[in-house]
């Protein structure tokens, strides 16, 4: 009887602290998602110092010449000059600097009496301190940001209120809404080499694990709408992780990789950091989460680092479900709206679509500004039955064949090369092979057709642009030739005074 007590009790002790440890880790849970508060990691300070310098003291006139692994070793601050270098003439520049420190190291390190060192080199021995070849590997050149970083709190006026009320819906930090800030700096038409898009900078890949990514809608280029798929991603990486700095890491790098880093080092994120060795894991993902904490900082201190700014306002706006497809044209004549500003407020819809090649697909949020347009349902009521329709227009195809180009079939089906690329969802290298299956834009349809639209003396040629960052080896001919336009339009677009004067990481306006 006694033996039998003794198990009842004991059984009703786990299961107190069972029930304990339960509730303890649910209130865990729930403080970690709706009010965690982002503290710098002990290890990280260099890195997140770094950071705020970068986006809040040098402008993009300036290059941080500095120690990849140890942030706070910068050796020089280079400024580039008032006009913008031509990318020879930056490389060559920064490539003379840090020649120059690579030699002092080097020297320094085969020095066996430092005291005798002198000048730059005595400078830089009481900077490094020790490992001095292993440093002269190390030269790194990080351009300035703060003037970017400025536009950015500007442009995040329009979209912060609804940001945040989506991550609250989302039970999510709103801290995580200043993401965007390291990503594209707030530009929603950002275009990276590697083929991510929008504030929120999603691969295609990604981007159609979480949202709308097709041959009509691209959601990625919509700030809101990407917004609902970035909020998805960060909570799905948090559940799986458990820790919001492996979560907003996993972010950049992937979620495959922070958990293999997970199960190696465990949840410190300064032992992944200094420990993790991966081909991907590069200096953008082991600085990511440094890069989110010195932008959180910059923005909480906005009015001291920059006292003038004038940010935006949001812009209120209707919206209706369309229950049909519609031509762009329809939807211009009865919504009393240009192509231009359909194109501004509804940017997830892709150019067959803007261009008239394919219609408004049923089921699309169609957006207008209520100043515009007060009452879409009402405007759309007056739509005539003939021009709502029940599906969308169908499209021709090509199999590739063996010596088949881009442009040669462009040429062949009366086309654009830009207009393949927007139907196939083809990368910025125009990159087929032998047996794939192309989709040809449509021709010969009554309104706008793609290639008239596309022609660059068109006064009828749509104007909206995007940002592209400029890659090693790029020229303005070979820009040109990606987006399907001339050198002389993208010199006007940017109001390039010096056609020759790009460098690697410069943001210019293309043609979308």
Same mark, same amino acid.
């Given at each position: 009887?006694?033996?039998?007590?003794?198990?009842?009790?004991?059984?009703?002790?786990?299961?107190?602290?069972?029930?304990?440890?339960?509730?303890?880790?649910?209130?865990?849970?729930?403080?970690?998602?709706?009010?965690?508060?982002?503290?710098?990691?002990?290890?990280?300070?260099?890195?997140? !110092?770094?950071?705020?310098?970068?986006?809040?003291?040098?402008?993009?006139?300036?290059?941080?010449?500095?120690?990849?692994?140890?942030?706070?070793?910068?050796?020089?601050?280079?400024?580039?000059?008032?006009?913008?270098?031509?990318?020879?003439?930056?490389?060559?520049?920064?490539?003379?600097?840090?020649?120059?420190?690579?030699?002092?190291?080097?020297?320094?390190?085969?020095?066996?009496?430092?005291?005798?060192?002198?000048?730059?080199?005595?400078?830089?021995?009481?900077?490094?301190?020790?490992?001095?070849?292993?440093?002269?590997?190390?030269?790194?050149?990080?351009?300035?940001?703060?003037?970017?970083?400025?536009?950015?709190?500007?442009?995040?006026?329009?979209?912060?209120?609804?940001?945040?009320?989506?991550?609250? !819906?989302?039970?999510?930090?709103?801290?995580?809404?200043?993401?965007?800030?390291?990503?594209?700096?707030?530009?929603?038409?950002?275009?990276?080499?590697?083929?991510?898009?929008?504030?929120?900078?999603?691969?295609?890949?990604?981007?159609?694990?979480?949202?709308?990514?097709?041959?009509?809608?691209?959601?990625?280029?919509?700030?809101?709408?990407?917004?609902?798929?970035?909020?998805?991603?960060?909570?799905?990486?948090?559940?799986?992780?458990?820790?919001?700095?492996?979560?907003?890491?996993?972010?950049?790098?992937?979620?495959?990789?922070?958990?293999?880093?997970?199960?190696?080092?465990?949840?410190?994120?300064?032992?992944?950091?200094?420990?993790?060795?991966?081909?991907?894991?590069?200096?953008?993902?082991?600085?990511?989460?440094?890069?989110?904490?010195?932008?959180?900082?910059?923005?909480?201190?906005?009015?001291?680092?920059?006292?003038?700014?004038?940010?935006?306002?949001?812009?209120?706006?209707?919206?209706?479900?369309?229950?049909?497809?519609?031509?762009?044209?329809?939807?211009?004549?009865?919504?009393?709206?240009?192509?231009?500003?359909?194109?501004?407020?509804?940017?997830?819809?892709?150019?067959?679509?803007?261009?008239?090649?394919?219609?408004?697909?049923?089921?699309?949020?169609?957006?207008?500004?209520?100043?515009?347009?007060?009452?879409?349902?009402?405007?759309?009521?007056?739509?005539?039955?003939?021009?709502?329709?029940?599906?969308?227009?169908?499209?021709?195809?090509? $199999?590739?064949?063996?010596?088949?180009?881009?442009?040669?079939?462009?040429?062949?089906?009366?086309?654009?090369?830009?207009?393949?690329?927007?139907?196939?969802?083809?990368?910025?290298?125009?990159?087929?092979?032998?047996?794939?299956?192309?989709?040809?834009?449509?021709?010969?349809?009554?309104?706008?057709? $793609?290639?008239?639209?596309?022609?660059?003396?068109?006064?009828?040629?749509?104007?909206?642009?995007?940002?592209?960052?400029?890659?090693?080896?790029?020229?303005?001919?070979?820009?040109?030739?990606?987006?399907?336009?001339?050198?002389?339009?993208?010199?006007?677009?940017?109001?390039?005074?010096?056609?020759?004067?790009?460098?690697?990481?410069?943001?210019?306006?293309?043609?979308?």
């Amino acid at each position: 009887m006694l033996q039998s007590v003794r198990v009842f009790v004991t059984f009703l002790i786990f299961a107190l602290a069972s029930w304990l440890f339960g509730t303890a880790s649910f209130s865990r849970e729930v403080h970690t998602l709706d009010q965690y508060h982002f503290s710098t990691p002990r290890g990280l300070q260099s890195k997140v !110092e770094f950071w705020k310098k970068i986006y809040s003291e040098h402008s993009t006139k300036h290059a941080v010449i500095h120690d990849a692994k140890n942030m706070d070793i910068i050796y020089e601050v280079v400024y580039l000059g008032e006009k913008p270098l031509s990318r020879r003439a930056r490389e060559r520049k920064l490539g003379k600097v840090k020649k120059k420190y690579r030699n002092i190291l080097r020297r320094i390190a085969k020095t066996k009496n430092k005291a005798r060192l002198k000048g730059e080199e005595k400078r830089v021995y009481a900077l490094v301190k020790k490992n001095f070849y292993r440093a002269s590997k190390n030269i790194r050149a990080q351009l300035g940001q703060k003037d970017r970083f400025g536009e950015g709190i500007e442009i995040s006026g329009l979209h912060n209120e609804e940001i945040k009320r989506i991550f609250e !819906e989302f039970n999510l930090p709103e801290k995580l809404s200043i993401l965007p800030h390291v990503e594209s700096s707030f530009q929603s038409g950002a275009y990276s080499s590697a083929g991510a898009a929008g504030i929120w900078q999603f691969t295609r890949g990604t981007g159609r694990l979480f949202m709308r990514v097709d041959y009509d809608v691209d959601e990625r280029w919509d700030p809101i709408l990407s917004t609902h798929g970035a909020a998805k991603l960060l909570k799905s990486n948090f559940e799986s992780v458990r820790s919001w700095p492996l979560a907003i890491t996993a972010y950049n790098h992937g979620l495959q990789g922070i958990r293999r880093a997970k199960r190696r080092f465990g949840s410190d994120i300064t032992k992944i950091i200094n420990n993790y060795k991966s081909r991907t894991f590069g200096f953008a993902s082991q600085n990511f989460y440094a890069e989110f904490l010195a932008a959180l900082y910059v923005v909480k201190n906005q009015n001291k680092y920059f006292p003038n700014l004038a940010i935006k306002e949001p812009v209120p706006r209707t919206s209706l479900v369309l229950p049909d497809y519609i031509h762009i044209r329809t939807a211009m004549n009865y919504f009393g709206m240009t192509r231009e500003e359909i194109v501004e407020a509804n940017p997830s819809l892709r150019r067959p679509v803007v261009n008239g090649e394919k219609r408004i697909p049923k089921g699309f949020v169609f957006q207008a500004p209520i100043r515009k347009t007060d009452n879409l349902v009402a405007r759309y009521s007056q739509i005539p039955q003939e021009a709502k329709h029940r599906g969308q227009l169908r499209s021709k195809w090509y $199999t590739v064949k063996r010596g088949d180009t881009l442009s040669e079939i462009a040429l062949r089906f009366k086309t654009t090369v830009r207009s393949l690329q927007n139907s196939n969802n083809l990368g910025r290298r125009n990159r087929i092979y032998v047996d794939q299956v192309l989709r040809l834009p449509r021709k010969n349809f009554r309104h706008q057709p $793609t290639f008239r639209l596309a022609k660059l003396g068109s006064s009828k040629r749509s104007t909206k642009v995007v940002s592209y960052e400029v890659r090693r080896h790029d020229n303005l001919s070979k820009i040109a030739k990606i987006f399907d336009t001339n050198v002389s339009h993208l010199t006007r677009l940017n109001q390039f005074q010096d056609p020759d004067s790009l460098y690697p990481g410069q943001k210019i306006k293309v043609p979308r």
